[in-house]
């Protein structure tokens, strides 16, 4: 018997039952990808929405700080300079800027995030991330993990 939150989609032999909140996590995890086309990095752009009580409180992508120039990597190397904000840093210090409290919120972030990314989300009170792809360091979700934080795989 299916819950009133729940739908059935059937597809050839596979039927996948999806909950309201998996509808919710696709969703908001596709605006995340709109929201990275606003980063000027041409290596990898990342977007992150901070979302509490089915609002969006916050949101953030991958850039350099205010007021700097929007060049993200390195003319002669190619890499990414050392002072550009990931997405997540975006969104959480901008929540923490406003009026609006990160505590007990949900991340999502189009890219697994890191250690340093991990630690802001623990200390400002996000209780679960949810992400759709894999970073080649997997320290951050580990670390999220041991803090008895949700964390979520989506593929889109």
Partial sequence: M??????????????????????LDKRYMRMAY???????????????????????????????????????????????????LHAEANAITKVARSHNSSEGATM?????PCIEC???MIQSGIKRVVYAEDYHITD???LLKRANIEVCKINL
Avoid: H
Wanted: with cysteine; proline share 2%; hydrophobic share 30%.
């Fill in 2 to 23: 299916l819950k009133p939150t729940e739908r059935i989609y059937t597809y050839s032999i596979f039927t996948i039952i999806m909950t309201k909140q998996n509808i």
């Fill in 34 to 84: 709109v929201w990275a086309e606003n980063s000027y990095c041409t290596r990898r752009q990342v977007g992150a929405l901070l979302v509490k009580d089915k609002m969006i409180i916050s949101d953030g992508y991958n850039g350099t700080p205010c007021g700097f120039e929007n060049i993200c990597e390195d003319e002669n190397t190619g890499k990414t300079k050392s002072y550009v």
């Fill in 108 to 112: 999502y972030v189009t890219t697994s």
């Fill in 118 to 120: 991990a630690k802001l």
């Fill in 140 to 142: 951050g979700i580990e």
